[in-house]
Antibody, heavy 113, light 113 residues
Framework: EVLLVESGGGLVQPGGSLRLSCAAS????????IHWVRQVPGKGLLWVSH????????SYADSVKGRFTISRDSAKDTVYLQMNSLRVEDTAVYYC??????WGQGTPVTVSS | DVVMTQSPLSLPVTLGQPASISCRSS???????????LNWYQQRPGQSPRRLIY???KRDSGVPDRFSGSGSGTDFTLKISRVEAEDVGVYYC??????????FGQGTEVEIK
């Protein structure tokens, strides 16, 4: 069974940092682009960031550019999203997805004082 | 950025009856590879998105054949031939032809009358 498992979410104060992880089970990330997508509860889906298969190319939504950094560790088959300078409006469930076919269950991030 | 516009945003349907969701893009989704990267997702309550359709009309493995996708250029449609109770949820279209960013429609909530 193919599984993507996100972790690292939680409650953080505005201005704080979190690092999300996305690990694969039953598949390998090796040849795929990986994306992070977020969803405010009750709202729609918003693409956040992508990384290509070898980590040489990344992109970000304007709303997170300069604050979030995506990376991958091929040896661990894991993708990370380092989130700095967090804002209240970053509060959402964060999903990782392998080329938009398989999706994880999401990890909630709450930014609040 | 490509804007994806879905209609209707709410769709009450009777069990066993057909349902149709429209998705329009602000520019043609034909990519340089000749393919049209338009996907449809189902998100059941409390679950992560599940891809149903990719490249306009290709059904993912395990997706019931009552789901079908059609369209071209800027106009796309997801049809459910006979709605079942398990089809309740929110449906999203997503374009992957002009990126970044990858963009989603606002979502269409399907409910049983």
């Amino acid at each position: 069974e193919v599984l993507l498992v996100e972790s690292g979410g939680g409650l953080v104060q505005p201005g704080g940092s979190l690092r999300l992880s996305c690990a694969a089970s039953g598949i390998t990330f090796g040849h795929y682009w990986i994306h992070w997508v977020r969803q405010v509860p009750g709202k729609g889906l918003l693409w956040v960031s992508h990384i290509n298969s070898d980590g040489s190319a990344t992109s970000y939504a304007d709303s997170v550019k300069g604050r979030f950094t995506i990376s991958r560790d091929s040896a661990k088959d894991t993708v990370y999203l380092q989130m700095n300078s967090l804002r209240v409006e970053d509060t959402a469930v964060y999903y990782c997805t392998r080329s938009f076919d398989y999706w994880g269950q999401g990890t909630p991030v709450t930014v609040s004082s | 950025d490509v804007v994806m516009t879905q209609s209707p945003l709410s769709l009450p349907v009777t069990l066993g009856q057909p349902a149709s969701i429209s998705c329009r893009s602000s520019q043609s989704l034909v990519y340089s590879d000749g393919k049209t990267h338009l996907n449809w997702y189902q998100q059941r309550p409390g679950q992560s998105p599940r891809r149903l359709i990719y490249e306009v009309s290709k059904r993912d493995s395990g997706v019931p054949d009552r789901f079908s996708g059609s369209g071209s250029g800027t106009d796309f449609t997801l049809k459910i031939s006979r709605v079942e109770a398990e089809d309740v949820g929110v449906y999203y279209c997503m374009q992957g032809s002009h990126w970044p960013p990858w963009t989603f429609g606002q979502g269409t909530e399907v409910e049983i009358k």
